[in-house]
Nanobody, 120 residues
């Protein structure tokens, strides 16, 4: 079992910043790839950013490139999403997820989500 607990969401004005955190326990964090996803009301869940177990490989959705940064601390078993220049369209529930960092593995554990609301 893996437990993921997100924190750091909130209400921010457009142009502002937030840092989300996801604390993990259970499966060896240092062998897990991690991802941030989001789901806005009435929309499908979408990928935001991912990071490999070592932190050396990252991926960003085009919509957040240059504004968001994913990072991880394998000592603290925590993954972060630093968000800058937030836009109203970034409003969503943000989820972190975990998977084995091997080819073909799917994200199999999810956190409960944290709400991010960006006002215009």
């Amino acid at each position: 079992q893996v437990q993921l607990v997100e924190s750091g969401g909130g209400l921010v004005q457009a142009g502002g910043s937030l840092r989300l955190s996801c604390a993990a326990s259970g499966r060896a964090f240092s062998s897990s790839a991690m991802g941030w996803f989001r789901q806005a009301p009435g929309k499908e869940r979408e990928i935001v950013a991912t990071i490999s177990w070592s932190g050396t490989s990252t991926y960003y959705a085009d919509s957040v490139k240059g504004r968001f940064t994913i990072s991880r601390d394998n000592v603290k078993n925590t993954v972060y999403l630093q968000m800058h220049s937030l836009k109203p369209e970034d409003t969503a529930v943000y989820y972190c997820a975990s998977r084995f960092d091997i080819l073909g593995a799917k994200y199999d554990y999810w956190g409960q989500g944290t709400q991010v609301t960006v006002s215009s």
